[in-house]
C-alpha cells in the first residue's frame, strides 16, 4: 500500500481562518466560546460547517441524533469510509479548540486532497457529533454513545436541561433532527483530533500525543455513620466522628493512587457532612473517590485497596460503613494499527511525539467498541481546557492535521 509522501502536509493558514471563523459563533464572554449544544449558536454552527462541506464537494448526512457526516467518495463503491471528526458543542465556558480542531482539521484534510487531486479507494466522511460535551444534556457523548450501542435512542431523546427543555425537541427546534437511523452508517475506521486538554505534551515540547488509551474510571461513593453530638461538651473518648473518618478516607485515596505510579490518579471530589453546623461533630459524611487509569486490572486493584482501607478505618473508629459503586467506564485500548499508522505519520513528517493516555471521555471512546479507532493529541497551553483561555498554536494545529491526513490517507488507501 502507498505511504502518502513526507512533504504532504494540510494548509495552515485556511486551518487557522476556519478555526477562528467559527468561533465567531456562540462567543463567550472571556474570549471563548458558548456554543452549547442544541442552542441557536450550535445550529448557527452547524450551518457554517454544513455551508463548508458543501463547498468542498461533500455530501451532507444527519441522523436521528443530529450528528453531521460529510462524505468524500471513493473509488470502490463498496468499500465502508474511513470517518474522521469530534464535535462541535462547547461548554458554556468553553474554549475555540476542543472539538472544534478535531472536526475542521479533518475538513481541512479533505480541502487538501481535493486541492492536490487525491483520490482513494474508500470513502472518507467528516463527523461532527451531536452532545459531546453533556454540559447541557447529561451525559457527555450521548450520540456517539447511542452509535455504539451504549445507550438506546429513546435514553437520549429523554435527556433534559437545567430548564427543563427536552434533547429530542431542541433538535427538532434547531432543524437538525436527521432521518438516518444512528449507527447504521458503518466505518472501516475512526481518527479523531483533539487537543490534550493536559500539560504533558507542552511540558515536553512535544508536537504530537499518539494517544494508545483512555482512561477508565470508578466513581465509588462511601457513606459513615456515626454519631451528632455537641462540639463542646463531648469528651474525645466519646466521640464517633464521621468527619474524621472521611478525612483519613481522604489521605488513604491519595495514597492508593501515589502508589500505582506514574498513571493512576485518585481524589475525592465530593465531600458532604452532616448536619455541617459549627458546633455539631458530624454524624454522617458522604463522599465520592474519583479513581482513574488506563489498565483495567490495576483500576480495579485499587478500588479493591480501597474498600478494604476504608472498611478498616471506620472499623476501627467504630462507624457505620457503606459502599455503593457510582459509575464507572473501564479503560480504553484503541485500535494497536491504527495506534501504529498514527505513530508512523509522526515520525515520518519529521514531528516530535509520545504516546499518551487520554484522561477526558472523547466519542472515539465509545466508537472504539464498534468500530477499530484511534485519537492525535495536539499540545494546549497549560493543558487547559473547559476554560474560555484554553490556547493552541497555529503550528500546533497543523501539525497534528498533517498526521492525520496521513493516518486518513494511508487507511482510505491511495488510488
Ligand atoms: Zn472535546
Given at each position: ?15 487557522w ?8 459563533i ?5 474570549g471563548?466560546?458558548?456554543r ?16 463548508w ?13 443530529g450528528?453531521?457526516?460529510?462524505r ?7 468499500a ?25 482539521g ?16 474508500r470513502?472518507i466522511e ?56 444512528v ?35 470508578r466513581?465509588?461513593q ?59 461533630i458530624p454524624?454522617?459524611?458522604v ?6 487509569h488506563?489498565?483495567?486490572a ?9 474498600r478494604?482501607g ?6 476501627e ?47 472515539a471512546?465509545w466508537?472504539?467498541?464498534?468500530v ?29 492535521t ?14
Open positions: 500500500m502507498p505511504v502518502p509522501s513526507d512533504n504532504l502536509r494540510i494548509r495552515s493558514e485556511r486551518l481562518d476556519s478555526l477562528m471563523e467559527m468561533a465567531t456562540g462567543p463567550g464572554l472571556r471563548g466560546n458558548n452549547q449544544t442544541l442552542t441557536d449558536s450550535d445550529r448557527e454552527g452547524r450551518l457554517l460547517f454544513a455551508r462541506c458543501e463547498e468542498a464537494g461533500l455530501s451532507l448526512g444527519v441522523d436521528e441524533l450528528t453531521m457526516f460529510a468524500r467518495e471513493g473509488t470502490d463503491p463498496e465502508l469510509p474511513v470517518m474522521l471528526g469530534s464535535h462541535l458543542d462547547t461548554q458554556p465556558t468553553g474554549g475555540k479548540f476542543d472539538g472544534v480542531l478535531g472536526v475542521l479533518a475538513l481541512e484534510v479533505v480541502r487538501t486532497l481535493n486541492d492536490l487531486g487525491i483520490r482513494t479507494r470513502p467528516v463527523v461532527n457529533w451531536t452532545n459531546e460535551e453533556g454540559a447541557r444534556f447529561a451525559p457527555a457523548m450521548v450520540a456517539s454513545g447511542v452509535y455504539a450501542g451504549v445507550y438506546d435512542l429513546a435514553f437520549a431523546y429523554g435527556r433534559t436541561d437545567a430548564e427543563g427543555k427536552v434533547l429530542g425537541e431542541e433538535l427538532e427546534r434547531i432543524g437538525f433532527k436527521g432521518e438516518e437511523p449507527g447504521a452508517r458503518k466505518a472501516h475506521a475512526y481518527f479523531e483530533l483533539h487537543i490534550e486538554q493536559g500539560p504533558i505534551l507542552e511540558d515536553e515540547g512535544l508536537d504530537i500525543g499518539v494517544v494508545t488509551h483512555g482512561q477508565g474510571l466513581w465509588i462511601i457513606t459513615l455513620t456515626g454519631r451528632d453530638a455537641h462540639t463542646g461538651s463531648t469528651p474525645m473518648p466519646k466521640r464517633v466522628n464521621a468527619g474524621l473518618g472521611a478525612a483519613r478516607i481522604l489521605e488513604l485515596v491519595d495514597r492508593i493512587a501515589w502508589s500505582h505510579p506514574p498513571l493512576a490518579v485518585g481524589a475525592v471530589g465530593k465531600l458532604d457532612v452532616y448536619p455541617n453546623s459549627r458546633n455539631i454524624g454522617k459524611a463522599l465520592t473517590v474519583d479513581f482513574r488506563p489498565d483495567l490495576v483500576l480495579l486493584a485499587m478500588e479493591a485497596e480501597l478494604e476504608a472498611a478498616a478505618i471506620a472499623a473508629m467504630g462507624l457505620g460503613f457503606s459502599v455503593d459503586e457510582v459509575q464507572g467506564f473501564d479503560p480504553v485500548a484503541f485500535n494497536p494499527a491504527l495506534v501504529g499508522r498514527v505513530r508512523e505519520a509522526a515520525g515520518r513528517l519529521g514531528y516530535t511525539h509520545r504516546d499518551i493516555v487520554s484522561g477526558a471521555g472523547h466519542d471512546c466508537l472504539n467498541r464498534v477499530p479507532s484511534a485519537m492525535i493529541f495536539c499540545p494546549c497551553v497549560d493543558g487547559l481546557s473547559h476554560n474560555e483561555d484554553e490556547t493552541i498554536t497555529p503550528a500546533w494545529a497543523a501539525a497534528g498533517d498526521v492525520l491526513l496521513h493516518a486518513v490517507l494511508e487507511t482510505a488507501e491511495i488510488v
